[in-house]
């Protein structure tokens, strides 16, 4: 079962930054945060993850609590490529790899 | 890179009729290897997942079966298939240096 919490659907201005919120409340110590999106009929992209500290990469950027109970994924200029549904994910046992139902991102010219 | 490569594409087949599914891994030495189902506007659901040649751990109980005779290939199969196995089937392969998970372009079953 998903360990996450996401918001159904989100829209974003292109240009403009999308933060997408996911809650794990249950997440444990060792257990790391993941973030993939997926574009329509393919399989799911990696985007970035995190155990602590926030992280950036050269697509993305992720804030995650110190409580660890919720991250936000950012997208600092979004385009309409980005249009796409995003996962948040917790690594379970260091192996298994749950996902939720996503957040469906829509990207408005 | 790992690269994953997924066959069939695409098929259509009658309830009650068998099922293979094939993935095959390159780039690779040892993957964690995962087969998950979305069905349509769903999210992903894990169905298996092995650490190598004929360790499989099934997450669901349900129609399916899967089998990893080769480090490398991973098969999904059914004896009798339902309508209600429609979806797109997704082959993973971990075991990055950071852990994240390589997709295949997926399989989509429909079952009529």
């Known amino acids: 079962d998903a360990k996450t919490t996401q918001p159904p659907s989100m829209d974003c201005a292109e240009g403009r930054a999308a933060n997408l919120p996911c809650n794990h409340s249950t997440i444990s110590g060792n257990e790391y945060v993941y973030w993939y999106r997926q574009i329509h009929s393919q399989g799911p992209q990696y985007i970035i993850h995190g155990l602590k500290n926030n992280e950036t990469n050269e697509m993305a950027s992720l804030i995650i609590t110190e409580d660890r109970k919720s991250s936000t994924l950012i997208l600092p200029h979004a385009t309409l490529r980005d249009t796409a549904v995003y996962y948040c994910?917790?690594?379970?046992?260091?192996?298994?790899?749950?996902f939720g139902s996503g957040t469906k991102l829509n990207v408005k010219p | 890179s790992q690269t994953i490569h997924q066959w069939p594409a695409t098929l259509v087949q009658p309830v009650g009729s068998p099922l293979s599914l094939e993935c095959t891994v390159e780039?690779?030495?040892?993957?964690?290897l995962y087969w998950y189902r979305q069905a349509a506007g769903r999210g992903l659901q894990l169905l298996f997942y092995?650490?190598?040649?004929?360790?499989i751990s099934s997450e669901v109980p349900q129609n399916l079966s899967a089998s990893r005779p080769q480090d490398r290939q991973f098969i999904l199969s059914s004896k009798k298939l339902l309508l209600s196995d429609s979806g797109f089937y997704l082959c993973a392969c971990g075991g990055g240096l950071i852990g994240e998970l390589f997709f295949g372009e997926g399989s989509r079953l429909t079952v009529l």
């Open positions: 994910i917790v690594e379970y046992n260091f192996n298994k790899f749950y």
């Open positions: 780039g690779t030495s040892n993957p964690n």
């Open positions: 092995s650490v190598g040649i004929g360790q």
